[in-house]
Structure formats: C-alpha cells, structure tokens
C-alpha cells in the first residue's frame, strides 16, 4: 500500500477518501464472499420454496424504540391512518431512559391503533442495541411479511397496502425497500400526500430488480440505497440468514439494515421501489457517529 505523508492538503485528502473507499469495498467484498460460502451449506431448495409459499396477504411491523419519546405519538399515527391495517405491530423498548414506555401506552390509547391492528410491546431488561431488539420483535410476529418503521420516522400511509401488493405480484422477491422524504420538523410532512395510490397504480411504479447474488457485483454499500423505514422482508428470508448481526464485527457494512439487506440478497432477489414508503427524520439520530 502507498504511503500518504502527513499533513493535509485538497490533494492528500482525496488520495485518503479515496484508498479509504478502496479499503471498505475489499472488506464489502471479503464478507460477503464468506456469508455467500457459509450460506451454500443451507441454499438446498428448500428456502426457496418456503419463499415461494409464503403468504403475502397480511402484514406484521417492528418498531424498534429507544430515547424517541417525543416522536412516537406521529410514527403511531402514521400506523394508524394505514389504508390497510398490520396484523401485529410489535414495540420494543430497548430499555430507554426517556419517556418512552409511558408516551407509547398514551399514544397507543389516543390513536386507537389497537382497535385495528394487535399491538404488543416487549421491554428489553438492557440496551440490547437496535439489531437485537428488532430479532426479538421479528420473532413474535404472527405473519409471514415484515416491515419495519423507526420510532422517529413516519410511513406513508398506504405504505403496508403498496409493499403487499408489490410482493403479491413478484413472488420472486424476499425484500422489498424503496425511496424516502427527508424532514426536520412534523409540520413539514403536512406539505406532501401521503397516500402513494393517489399517484400511481402499483402496476405503474417503477421497481429495479435485484436478482439473487447481485450483491457480489456491488462497489459501494449505497448500490442498493434504501431506507430501513417503510423495508419489508419475508420472515423466512430473516430466518434463513440468521436476523440482523448483533456484532459489528461480523457485518458486510457497519449498519445492521444494510447489512441485513445485502445478505438477503446472496440467497434471494430484492426489489427497490421508485417510490417513497417513508419520511425519513434528518435531525434527530442518537446514534450519531455510531454503528446500531
């Protein structure tokens, strides 16, 4: 490898953006290929085939909580305006030190979610970080199609309705992500509509496939760009590639949704909608500067 003096310049900063990009793509590829090896052991028909079964006609969502106590009443209504309602929506509550587990008792009783969808909470002992805590959730729920929406962001409101139907007519798919609409503050979601079905029929919305393995071909962790709010997934999918890596360590990439997406993609084709499912909250990350 070169050696870079010290110091910096427009020049030297650039050769570092650069060998630094170089460096997480081998990385990228060097896990990838030992999950693609690993993964062979189990690629004997049989999860293919359990996907193929796999009933696409309801709908479960896992909401990952944690220290988003004041965003919580508008990710709850965003669930409860679905055009379609989730069979189980399941919160947990990875032992926040907010508000968060008295805000989602009042916000669950004001927006008669519970009314419309079976609603479960599930209160980590510890803080189990957001991969952990999305297992569990995964684990309870009772369909075979998945989505998720962080406790800070809001889905569309026929999102779970769209997701459905795409995943009805490409049986082919096990994941499904699409585009977002960033925002800074709750009003400024008032300024768009919120139904996807009001602008195009499912048939009309442009989706890119992503066939089985074509992760292999990617160069940058952004080759397939989706938000993790508004991503649906079938169950088995989860199942078969072992959840959302709880190790930093072990990832393709260093974020646990991508680095769930990629592994999917080495056992099953993925599609990535061009369409928005989610606003996307720009401003209020704990996690800043680190890895969930």
């Given amino acids: 490898m070169p050696h870079i003096a010290s110091g910096s310049t427009p020049l030297i900063d650039d050769l570092r953006r650069v060998m630094h990009q170089a460096r997480l793509r081998r990385h990228m590829r060097r896990r990838l290929l030992s999950f693609a090896k690993r993964y062979s052991i189990i690629e004997d028909g049989k999860v ?69 969808s079976h609603c479960t909470v599930l209160e980590n002992s510890s803080n189990m970080g957001q991969a952990a805590s999305l297992n569990r959730g995964i ?60 602008i195009w029929n499912i048939e009309e919305i442009g989706l890119r496939l992503f066939p089985q393995e074509a992760v292999l071909r990617f160069n940058h962790q952004n080759d ?39 592994r999917v993609n080495l056992l099953f084709p993925i599609g990535l909608l061009d369409a928005p499912v989610s606003f996307w909250r720009s401003n209020s990350s704990v996690d800043s500067g680190k890895f969930t």
Wanted: hydrophobic share 40%; aromatic share 8%; glycine share 4%.
């Fill in 224 to 262: 397939f760009n989706t938000p993790h709010s508004g991503c649906s997934f079938l169950k088995c999918a989860w199942r078969a590639v072992e959840g959302y890596c709880t190790q930093k360590r072990d990832r393709v990439v260093p974020f646990s949704d991508r680095d769930f997406q990629f």
């Fill in 48 to 116: 293919t085939e359990e996907a193929e079964n796999a009933d696409r006609t309801a709908i479960s969502v896992v909401v990952p909580c944690y220290n988003h106590s004041k965003y919580l009443p508008l990710a709850i209504q965003s669930l409860a305006k679905q055009t379609l309602p989730a069979q189980d929506i399941v919160f947990v509550n990875d032992f926040a030190t907010d508000d968060t587990r008295d805000v989602l008792e009042a916000a669950l009783r004001s927006s008669g979610l519970s009314n419309r």
């Fill in 139 to 198: 684990d309870v729920c009772t369909t075979d199609v998945i989505m998720v929406l962080n406790d800070d962001d809001y889905l569309f409101h026929d999102a779970l309705e769209v997701a459905l139907g795409v995943l009805h007519q490409h049986h082919e798919l096990a994941l499904l992500g699409g585009r977002n609409i960033d925002f800074d503050t709750d009003a400024s979601i008032e300024l768009y509509s919120k139904e996807i079905l009001r």
